[in-house]
């Protein structure tokens, strides 16, 4: 049955709840502008001081049916709104199942009528959706998208130089670098000194799309990040 997942609970082979209307909302942009006088139009600074938009929380809403009998909504409900309302959840669509959406859901309304219940989730969640599978980490292949997953490089050997090319989403993020021994990396022809142990380069930030980085030294390396998509 398709359904939803929050966290470890899915809404059918949990709850029994049968998905009825999903409502998938955009997140709003954090735009700033500056109106001139004596101008036509306003100055968009969105995105002058840095190289991507931000954007405001997303709303998530799921609209569920539960068959049973009369007597057994009130203890049904009290069990799910104890395990769901007011939570911070991983949720993942069963029809959307390459990403996840992360933040707190909300038991909003709850009907009755001799045979069905309906019951309403909202969920106030962060703006971008995030790749499952991320870099050297264990591949989940039943989500996995052939049509738009990206497949990740396991962890790499080093052994004097080595280029390889990541793949960014629309959100920018500052990958993990995690390596065996110390070893430079370059990127936009800026050389960075990586430590053995756990690095993250603030100036190496993955914006959307091929981002190549190139290796010196002797070692293995992970490259930790995951995509984040509208």
């Given at each position: 049955?398709?359904g939803v997942r929050f966290g470890n609970y899915h809404s059918y082979e949990d709850f029994g709840?049968?998905?009825?209307?999903?409502?998938?909302?955009?997140?709003?942009?954090?735009?700033?502008?500056?109106?001139?006088?004596?101008?036509?139009?306003?100055?968009?600074?969105?995105?002058a001081f840095d190289d991507d938009v931000k954007f405001e929380n997303r709303k998530l809403q799921?609209?569920?049916?539960?068959?049973?009998?009369?007597?057994?909504?009130?203890?049904?409900?009290?069990?799910?709104?104890?395990?769901?309302?007011?939570?911070?959840?991983?949720?993942?669509?069963?029809?959307?199942?390459?990403?996840?959406?992360?933040?707190?859901?909300?038991?909003?309304?709850?009907?009755?009528?001799?045979?069905?219940?309906?019951?309403?989730?909202?969920?106030?969640?962060?703006?971008?959706?995030?790749?499952?599978?991320?870099?050297?980490?264990?591949?989940?292949?039943?989500?996995?998208?052939?049509?738009?997953?990206?497949?990740?490089?396991?962890?790499?050997?080093?052994?004097?130089?080595?280029?390889?090319?990541?793949?960014?989403?629309?959100?920018?993020?500052?990958?993990?670098?995690?390596?065996?021994?110390?070893?430079?990396?370059?990127?936009?022809?800026?050389?960075?000194?990586?430590?053995?142990?756990?690095?993250?380069?603030?100036?190496?930030?993955?914006?959307?799309?091929?981002?190549?980085?190139?290796?010196?030294?002797?070692?293995?390396?992970?490259?930790?990040?995951?995509?984040?998509?509208?």
């Amino acid at each position: 049955m398709n359904g939803v997942r929050f966290g470890n609970y899915h809404s059918y082979e949990d709850f029994g709840l049968i998905l009825s209307s999903k409502t998938i909302s955009f997140p709003k942009p954090k735009t700033e502008t500056v109106n001139v006088p004596h101008m036509n139009g306003v100055i968009d600074l969105t995105d002058a001081f840095d190289d991507d938009v931000k954007f405001e929380n997303r709303k998530l809403q799921f609209k569920f049916t539960l068959l049973g009998k009369y007597g057994d909504f009130s203890s049904n409900l009290t069990r799910i709104s104890d395990i769901i309302h007011g939570q911070i959840f991983k949720i993942i669509l069963d029809d959307d199942s390459t990403y996840y959406y992360e933040g707190r859901v909300s038991l909003n309304e709850f009907k009755t009528d001799k045979r069905t219940a309906t019951i309403v989730f909202d969920c106030d969640v962060y703006p971008f959706k995030t790749d499952i599978n991320s870099e050297a980490e264990n591949w989940l292949w039943d989500t996995f998208s052939f049509v738009d997953g990206v497949i990740y490089k396991n962890i790499l050997s080093v052994d004097g130089t080595r280029t390889e090319t990541y793949v960014g989403g629309r959100e920018v993020v500052v990958p993990e670098f995690v390596c065996s021994s110390a070893m430079t990396v370059t990127f936009k022809s800026e050389i960075y000194n990586l430590k053995a142990g756990s690095n993250k380069m603030y100036g190496i930030r993955f914006i959307e799309g091929d981002n190549v980085l190139t290796f010196n030294g002797t070692g293995t390396v992970a490259v930790k990040y995951r995509r984040g998509v509208l």
